[in-house]
């Protein structure tokens, strides 16, 4: 099993910045990796932006690319995601992902197998 707890969210004016952090224990897979989702009201969960274990790869939605940057702690089994210039559009519950292997893609939000609990992130204008 493995569980993750989201941490970082807020209430934050357009422009600002945010860090959203990650924290994962129980088992660790060599061939996955970690993502972020989010979801705001009425609609979808979207994909964020992603990391593979394997050879370090990071993926970014269109809408996010340039602004936001995920990365890693090894030592402290985290997962950041830095936020920056944020619009009211990012205003969402981000979630935390993990997936154990390639599975459809870090895209994919059926290519995790577990997930936190959420964080709220508000963008105001």
């Known amino acids: 099993q493995v569980q993750l707890v989201e941490s970082g969210g807020g209430l934050v004016q357009a422009g600002g910045s945010l860090r959203l952090s990650c924290a994962a224990s129980g088992r660790t897979f060599s061939r996955g990796g970690m993502g972020w989702f989010r979801q705001a009201p009425g609609k979808e969960r979207e994909f964020v932006s992603a990391?593979?274990?394997?050879?370090?790869?990071?993926y970014y939605a269109d809408s996010v690319k340039g602004r936001f940057t995920i990365s890693r702690d090894n030592a402290k089994n985290t997962v950041y995601l830095q936020m920056n210039s944020l619009e009211p559009e990012d205003t969402a519950v981000y979630y935390c992902?993990?997936?154990?292997?390639?599975?459809?893609?870090?895209?994919?939000?059926?290519?995790?197998?577990?997930w936190g609990q959420g964080t709220q992130v508000t963008v105001s204008s």
């Open positions: 992902a993990a997936r154990k292997d390639y599975g459809l893609g870090p895209r994919y939000p059926r290519s995790y197998d577990y």
């Open positions: 990391l593979s274990w394997s050879g370090g790869m990071t």
